[in-house]
């Protein structure tokens, strides 16, 4: 059974650092280019980061650059998403998936919600 678990969200103030943890089972992952999603509500899931599947290409879009950094650990079919210098428009529910320029998505877990305070 495909299982993502995402972990690691919480409520921080705004320049506050939080990292998250996405554990994936049922996949191969380490043949999977990963991704880190968020979504606000009334709005679509946004890809924030992604990571190859040997973690040698990385993506972060323009919003998170510089304050995020993405990492994997094959070994242990866990993709992280450290979130430093954080923004009350950082606040989202936090998904982690297939990269969906590359892949099909699996289904998709229950979050982690991020919440800045300012």
């Known amino acids: 059974q495909v299982q993502l678990v995402e972990s690691g969200g919480g409520l921080v103030q705004a320049g506050g650092s939080l990292r998250l943890s996405c554990a994936a089972s049922?996949?191969?992952?380490?043949?999977?280019?990963m991704a880190w999603y968020r979504q606000t509500p009334g709005k679509q899931r946004v890809l924030v980061a992604s990571?190859?599947?040997?973690?040698?290409?990385?993506y972060y879009e323009d919003s998170v650059k510089g304050r995020f950094t993405i990492s994997r650990e094959n070994a242990e079919n866990t993709v992280y998403l450290q979130m430093n210098s954080l923004k009350p428009e950082d606040t989202a529910v936090y998904y982690c998936?297939?990269?969906?320029?590359?892949?099909?998505?699996?289904?998709w877990g229950q979050g982690t919600q991020v919440t800045v305070s300012s």
């Open positions: 049922g996949i191969t992952f380490s043949i999977y280019s």
């Open positions: 998936n297939k990269d969906l320029r590359r892949a099909v998505l699996l289904d």
């Open positions: 990571i190859s599947s040997s973690g040698s290409n990385i």
